[in-house]
């Protein structure tokens, strides 16, 4: 017996070490960028569709509730399923989807009209009760929506008839089509009614309906019997599978076991290339690469010649083509092209080593000072190597830089508890409003504000939300991306490049900035 | 006999225990769970409602004496990003990494147990030297870049089998085979020790000497001895295989326990892991059980009742 014991607990410790040494050693892989497209088909005669597509992604869904899930590659798969009342075209302009006309009546009313024969997959005709059930349930505190505080200013909505509602909002809240065409995907009365688990059963208006979901494993939906108003769908079939290694997913393409993957590591892209069969597609990511610089922790951050100078000291076209193998793009401002407010009249910060000295000495440190920059490693494409690469060159211009390396989670820590000096980060969201408050509002404070401040960007992103004038609206953004790019708070990079891969027989489809996939005319051929 | 059981049955609750207070404490020391459940453009009011929706605004003690309170009535939790009940979540993927652990199992043993006790009869020949030294490679091998190897072979290459997912017999190759080229390097290693230990014992000359033919020596005498520590590494093994292989699962999207855990681990989700290493330290309790069982059929030596 105690030799037994004996032999247990050797065996056991060292079980445990090896499994900690494996845990370690995935790092975090399962990185949630992922991929998508739509095209507005003409309605009309239908061919009738073909075929089992398989797509591969990175991910599976959270959750078969589309009010819950969060990731890219969740909302890809739930909108096959589910229809918004807006959309968004390739190019992320708004577009006509359940609510074919969206206009404002009133500082602080909007009028939609409803798209007419439509049906829920359950029989259950669409109308303007479920564009008011659902918009309520997605505020609902109860449900665990993360993104309920963008419908947060809508007080109710009134039915005019089965094919008109009157949104009102407290105040006048300009962002409501942006906000439709992206979050509150509208639910049947038998969800919103509590009849049917949205968590286990979906029930939408798309071309597609919901078969099976075996959570790890993959999600099956098949072509919905009733013409879409898209003109969707061209297949009989979706099977939606995660695989988080991308050696695999590469493979599953290859061998036909699936028609398009994403992501696409573009270390993978000659090999693909060279496949017979196979497009590569790839697309300017609307995410923007940076280094974000917290002048809460680092004094000399609070001098905006300090920013500006390792703007300059910073070669970024090096490493776009060094560290990233050309799969990025130059970001000259805040934001590249496809958000609101991008300006390409922003020319990026020239690399220039004396001009960034210069600064550094006007600003009083001559001498240059010390700082640590902080980076994931494995969450963004090569990111500990271009920290390594960044903090060589600032160095290089006296601002002597120890790049700390650390696992996402203490990283997140740091970056919501504003504890790191500097840290490379991308910085995500489709809208620009949720993006810019909690980056440079210092009011707010958000979760990415790491102490810059400037009255007039401030007031600019409070009154852009007020302002209902869409063209007023973009260039009080245009004007608050210009006060950034002078005063750079962070240290602008790139816009990744998205990758996705797929086989020829793939046609009529074209992948949207924003990552996600919209299957739109998709189709075997 | 019944007082052990009773013993080592008592003893798996205080294992679970310390357990779910250990994940419990590493889980919130290793970072705000909240935080990397939300995307980092929740606003910040959305990310505190949410947060005491799912009770994590309580103090650390409230909480856990919340789940003791559930997992005493069955209820391990929800999990906070599937939205469904941990506990059912571990239950529809431990079939998965069940197959996959007893094939695997039983590859090892097929192959392993034999191949042992073949180059230990032979131990100190040109045999023993070649395969040895090929096990050897074969335990040193990182799954995970085997397993990649394997797909690029079979799967890209050669066009075999399946590169990865879990839907027929011919999805179950590649994985098995990387999970049991380790196993079965391992359980040759260990039998072939023995086996050559165990020969060179007086009990065996003596055996020889009375005239007991080679393979009643090699499969009863030398096997039988063999097998305690094969046994004991075999159970240790199908826990760590039921615990789920993390790598081989997530490199062939094997819809298992180890890659859900993996997933929980990566995004705080408390409940979902609390869930699997509950489950999967129970099966690694009983499974040493079990193999405490074995030895008294191996060994009648052995008697649990008197060393208490």
Known sequence: MTRRQRHDDRYTRRDLLQRAAILAGTGVALDLWSLRAHVLAAPGTRPAPIGNLLIVQGVDAESLDPHVTTSGASKGMMWAMYDKLLE??????????????????????WELKLRDNVYFHNGEKFGAEHVRDTIMRFKNPGIRNVYAGQLRPVRDVQIVNPLTVRIHTDGPFALLAEVLSIYCEILPKAITGGEVDPTRRAIGTGPYKFTEWLPGQRM?????????????????????????????????????????????????????????????????????????????KVRQFQDARVRQALNHATDVDTLIRTVMRGAAYRLGSAFGPGIPGYDDALRPYAFEPDRARQLLSEAGFRDGFEVTLFSPEGRYLNDRLASEAIAAMWTRVGVRTRVQVMDWSPFVQGVLGKTHDAFFFQQVGVLLDATVSINFDSERKGAAWQGYHNEEANRLIQDAVKTMDAGRRNDMYKRLNQIVYRESPWVFLWNQQGVYAKQKRVAGWTPHVDGIIRLGDISLS | MGRFLIQRLVHLVWVLLAVSILVFLLIHMSGDPIRLLTPLDAKPEDVERVRALYG?????????????????????????????????????????????????????????????????????????????????????????????????????????????????????????????????????????????????????????????????????????????????????????????????????AWPGVGWLMLQGIQTRDLPLVRAVVLVVGTAFVLINLIVDMLYLYLDPRIRYDHSG
């Open chain 1, 88 to 109: 968004r075209s390739a190019d992320m302009k708004i577009i006509p989807w359940l609510a074919t006309q969206w206009r404002v009546v009133g500082e602080t009313t």
């Open chain 1, 220 to 296: 099956v939906m098949d072509f919905a019997e009733r013409p879409h108003f898209s003109g969707q769908p061209r297949v009989r079939r979706l099977v939606w599978r995660p695989v988080s290694e991308a050696a695999t997913r590469l493979v599953e393409l290859k061998t036909g076991a699936a028609h398009l993957i994403t992501p696409v590591d573009p270390i993978q892209v000659p090999e693909l290339e060279a496949t017979k069969n196979v497009d590569v597609i790839a697309f300017r990511q609307l995410s923007s690469q940076i280094v974000v610089l917290n002048s809460l």
């Open chain 2, 56 to 252: 994590l605004d309580q103090p650390i003690p409230v909480q856990y004496v919340r789940f003791l309170r559930g997992a005493l009535r069955g209820d391990l939790g929800e999990s906070f990003r599937y939205q469904r009940p941990a506990f059912e979540l571990v239950m529809q993927r431990l079939p998965a990494t069940a197959l996959l652990a007893l094939v695997t199992l039983g590859l090892t043993i097929t192959v392993g147990i034999p191949v042992g006790l073949w180059i230990g009869a032979r131990a100190g020949h040109a045999v023993d030297w070649v395969i040895s030294l090929v096990t050897f490679v074969f335990i040193s091998l990182p799954s995970f870049w085997l397993g990649v190897l394997l797909i690029l072979l079979f799967a890209d290459r050669l066009r075999l089998l399946p590169a990865s997912g879990f839907e027929s017999p011919a999805h179950l190759v590649l994985p098995c085979l990387t999970l049991s080229i380790y196993t079965s390097g391992l359980i040759t290693r260990i039998v072939r020790a023995d086996v050559s230990d165990v020969l060179r014992q007086d009990f065996i000359r003596t055996a020889r000497a009375k005239g007991v033919g080679e393979r009643t020596v090699l499969g009863h005498h030398a096997l039988r001895n063999a097998l305690i520590s094969t046994v004991t590494v075999l159970g240790l093994q199908l826990g760590n295989l039921l615990g789920g292989s993390v790598v081989v699962e997530s490199v062939f």
